[in-house]
């Protein structure tokens, strides 16, 4: 009887043949920079498909030419990433900003527009801002809480509505876990498209792998800092991009142009955290929520930003209830107060760390208005709720009561 075993049972064996590593019950470190051919009808045969001379033939088992090109850490990290998304493909970065700069580089041309939803990780806003102008690539953004209806009349106001070919999102967004309606978006994109298809982006760094699936909701690519759940112990820079056939194949084109592929090294330590992801993840969660229901009813907290305390019958409850399988391990929130009063706080935590990053098994804190997105203009930041008196936690695996005593203690000394 057939029976399909899910995501986490797979991640152990997936795509590992032991036979051809002297029976090697997980797959080695492949440390080599070139593949030697058995001949050279065979060499040229995998070059043939490598470049786009041809399309690979049916039952065509393709071999390694150059860990520039191909690896088989990198292959056998890939197959299984595609498992949780059920993606067609998917191209490991050496980060999650060479990820996101090789899709923005491959799907926009000078003239094109880019839709983009507001707020966005600040390497990325940056990139959007201040690279893409510079080789002629026209920028809109939105907020979050537009209706399909609002987003269209944006991009028709817009002189470059012709030629829009992205729409670029991260929901939810950080530091503020807004929502964005990732179906509203892929409508907005068939509205506009012509001869080229508009592109519907979706950073998923927040979520990982685990509790949101774009691609099942309209997403034509989504990307990951795999520095952050998918490695999940902070000691791995790593990106990816998954998505449908076509448009991976010139994702990883253009990859092997730059050159920015993840290592062999990179490859077998993610595939090592992918074994407990599931269950790395599922503690986080559980924890964020207990810290999340202790700081809303805080006397020193304002506002806490978090998905499992969306109110019912709101619009953004709806989008929660259909695009999320859970509400996660990000949580912000406003201290009553300033900049100094965020900084005590941050200042007197014990057990969290005071660092930027999140996803990791260890607790971290941050300022994002004067850490990850200080290069965000004030303006902006302010529109989109970055306060001074905003902090951003990743909750890691302690235990949660050690976690929220720390919170506890720390707040006090404000």
Not at 37 to 42: P, Q, R, V, Y
Not at 258 to 285: C, D, F, H, V, Y
Request: proline share 4%; glycine share 6%; aromatic share 8%.
């Amino acid at each position: 009887m057939e029976h399909k075993m899910k995501p986490e049972s797979l991640m152990m064996t997936y795509g590992y043949k032991p036979e051809l590593s002297e029976g090697a019950i997980k797959c080695p470190i492949f440390q080599t920079s070139t593949f030697v051919f058995k001949t050279a009808e065979e060499g040229k045969a995998f070059f043939e498909v490598a470049y786009g001379k041809r399309e690979q033939m049916p039952n065509e088992e393709l071999g390694l030419i150059y860990s520039r090109i191909n690896n088989p850490d990198l292959e056998i990290l890939e197959n299984r990433l595609c498992l949780w998304d059920n993606a067609d493909d998917c191209a490991v970065f050496e980060s999650g900003m060479s990820a996101i700069t090789t899709v923005l580089l491959e799907f926009l041309a000078p003239g094109d527009l880019i839709l983009y939803s507001n707020p966005l990780y600040g390497g990325t806003d940056h990139f959007i801002h201040h690279f893409l102008p510079k080789i002629g690539v026209h920028t809109l953004a939105f907020m979050p809480g537009k209706s399909e209806e609002e987003l269209v009349e944006l991009v028709n106001a817009s002189p470059y509505k012709d030629k829009l070919k992205m729409i670029f999102i991260e929901t939810p967004a950080n530091p503020t876990n807004d929502l964005i309606d990732i179906e509203a978006c892929k409508n907005v994109a068939n509205k506009f498209n012509s001869e080229n298809e508009v592109i519907v982006a979706v950073d998923n760094t927040y979520m990982g792998p685990l509790w949101q699936h774009p691609l099942k909701h309209g997403a034509d690519l989504v990307m990951y800092s795999a520095t952050k759940y998918i490695g999940g112990h902070s000691d791995i820079i790593a990106g990816a991009v998954l998505g449908r056939k076509d448009l991976m194949k010139r994702v990883k084109t253009l990859r092997t142009f730059l050159g920015n592929m993840a290592g062999p090294w990179t490859g077998w330590l993610l595939m090592r955290s992918l074994e407990t992801l599931k269950i790395r993840m599922e503690q986080q969660q559980l924890n964020a929520i207990e810290v999340a229901n202790y700081l809303k009813s805080h006397p020193k907290v304002k506002k806490v930003n978090y998905l499992g305390l969306i109110k019912e019958g709101t619009e953004e409850y709806k989008i929660y209830k259909k695009q999320y399988s859970g509400s996660g391990a990000m949580l912000s929130f406003d201290i009553i107060g300033e900049e100094k009063d965020a900084f005590k706080f941050l200042n007197s935590l014990k057990l969290i760390k005071l660092a930027v990053s999140l996803g990791s098994t260890e607790s971290l804190a941050e300022h994002p208005k004067s850490m990850t997105h200080a290069g965000v203009d004030d303006e902006q930041m302010k529109e989109m709720n970055i306060t001074d008196s905003l902090i951003r936690i990743s909750v890691g695996v302690e235990n949660y009561n050690d976690i929220i005593w720390d919170i506890d203690q720390a707040l006090s000394k404000v």
